[in-house]
């Protein structure tokens, strides 16, 4: 969509070369990205495809706030182990960070209500669509690696391990109704679980010669796998 709407012309080593039209703006020394006019319009009309597949499988949109509180990000030990990718600062002798993700946010929202709500009220779904933040050193691959990012985030809730197997299935095949709409070539891989943790876990990746990972798939027995 970026390609179509003149925003990035081409690609080169990795980098989009920006149209002298100001639509985006990349300041390479500290890699944070300004959308103007065509690139937000762009941005809406991407936000929408996902916003309507996500509520079309029961997602709930909210918006989390981008500040985390130490006390949370601890109770999962994040706070610890993502250490330098944390942008983190103190107020009033409280620590805090920016958050690059909501795991920690939303489980302690969910926890404070579920007492009250109904198991009709499960499986529950809730989505953001919000800027993340995450210190990055290292610049690469156009907008793909910035400190600041705009991600579509969704937690859900479940009354089982089937229930949540079921929404896990119609979740992927929700994000690739997405790239199919948007033309993606895209392989959905088994992949490791890190520090989000989770006993089950895939990777939609996207052909690219500026791709980080090599992936070999098997026709015969479709299947893929991370090398």
């Known amino acids: 969509l970026l390609q179509e709407a003149a925003i990035i012309h081409s690609v080169e080593h990795g980098f989009p070369q920006l149209l ?20 937000f319009r762009v941005l809406t009309k991407l936000k929408s495809l996902i916003r309507n597949e996500m509520n079309n499988v029961g997602g709930q949109e ?12 601890e109770t999962s030990d994040r706070w610890n182990l993502m250490h330098e990718e944390l942008f983190k600062f103190k107020d009033h002798d409280e620590e805090y960070c920016l958050s690059p993700t909501h795991e920690e946010a939303i489980t302690k929202l969910v926890s404070s209500v579920c007492k009250s709500l109904p198991r009709s009220n499960y499986p529950l779904l809730v989505y953001q669509i919000t800027w993340k933040y995450r210190n990055e050193r290292n610049y690469r691959h156009g907008l793909l690696r910035t400190k600041e990012f705009l991600m579509k985030d969704l937690y859900s809730f479940h ?4 229930c949540a197997r079921v929404v896990y299935d119609q979740v992927c095949d929700a994000y690739e109704r997405i790239f199919k709409k948007l033309e993606l070539n895209c392989f959905k891989v088994p992949a490791d679980s890190g520090l989000m943790g989770g006993s089950l876990n895939h990777e939609f990746l996207a052909v690219s010669p500026v791709g980080e990972d090599t992936l070999l798939v098997c026709p015969e027995y479709v299947e893929l796998r991370l090398v």
Not at 159 to 162: A, Q, T
């Open 20 to 39: 002298p039209s100001g639509n985006i703006n990349k300041d390479r020394t500290c890699m944070i990205d300004e959308c103007y006019f065509l690139g």
């Open 62 to 73: 909210l918006c989390l706030s981008a500040v985390g509180r130490k006390t949370i990000w």
């Open 159 to 162: 009354r089982d391990e089937e």
